[in-house]
Every structure is written in C-alpha cells, then in structure tokens.
C-alpha cells in the first residue's frame, strides 16, 4: 500500500466534500435558473461538474495508491440565497475553504514525505488559483451589475470558458 491511514482518511474526507461542493453547486445553479438566469446557471451547473471529477480523481487516488475509498456523510446543500451576490459569495467563501483543506492534506503529505501524494495535490494546490480567482472576479462584475444581473449573464456569455473540453468524471 502507497498510502498511509493519515493520509487516506484526510483524502477520504476531500472526497466528500469535493462531492458536496458539486451538490452545492447544483443548488447554486437552481439558485440561477429560478432567477432566469440562464448563463448563470449553466456556468454553476459546470462547475457543479468539475467538483464531481475532483472527488473522483481524489477517490482514485486512494484506489490507485492501495488505500480504502470511505466516503463521509455529505452535508445538505444551502438554498437559502437572499440575492445574486449572496449566492457567489457563497461559492467564492467555499473556495476558500477548499484552498485551506488541500494545504492541510499537502501539509500531511510533505510531513510523511510522500512525494507520490504530493505530486498528485499539486494539480489540486494550482487548481484552487483558478477557482479563487474566477469566484473572486464573477463576485466583482455582479456586485457592479446591483440589479442589472443580464450584464453578468452578457459577461458569461463573452468570458472564455476554462472547462471547454473537460469531462466531468476521469
């Protein structure tokens, strides 16, 4: 085995929560597409995608490396968004907190010297810029659009796509 019990649960544990942000997203996206915010939607409805194929490139890890896949209990998903701001906010502040749970899992890779590990949760490390700054940049352009949220979704629209092209599961 490749993969230490330390390790194996804290990754285990990503794979929930990587699973929960996907459903979070969904509820992000309903969120939107209630709103009739369609490109708003569709692009929480990808990223909704993209934390599902995070968990499973997680839980393959874990196979790959001769561990256990035991998934946590996932926590429901919030709904209750009082506005547009309020509904990126929360995926912005997710964000965040993802970033903090993949360092701790990189900082219990790196005390185990685990290179394999840590070669794998580099891809996750660089990934979580991107996350960062794309919330960060869609919670910019809807606190200036106030009201006018079909300036976001003409935003959306003329914003290249960066997960053109990927599939949701590995």
Do not use: C
């Amino acid at each position: 085995m490749l993969i230490n019990s330390e390790l194996e649960s804290a990754i285990n544990a990503q794979v929930g929560r990587e699973f929960g942000a996907s459903m979070q997203y969904i509820s992000i996206a309903a969120y939107f597409d209630n709103e009739d915010l369609e490109q708003l939607a569709a692009f929480f409805f990808r990223q909704s995608d993209e934390e599902r194929m995070h968990a499973m490139k997680f839980a393959n890890y874990i196979l790959d490396a001769g561990g256990q896949i035991r998934i946590p209990a996932i926590e429901a998903a919030r709904y209750d968004f009082k506005d547009a701001v309020d509904a990126v906010q929360a995926a912005l502040d997710w964000e965040m907190e993802v970033t903090r749970q993949i360092n701790a899992i990189m900082d219990i890779a790196v005390a185990q010297k685990d290179y394999l590990a840590q070669t794998f949760l580099q891809w996750f490390v660089n990934e979580q810029l991107e996350e960062i700054s794309t919330m960060s940049t869609l919670l910019g352009v809807v606190r200036r659009a106030k009201d006018n949220l079909l300036q976001v979704e003409e935003y959306l629209v003329r914003r290249p796509d960066p997960y053109a092209g990927q599939t949701a599961a590995p």
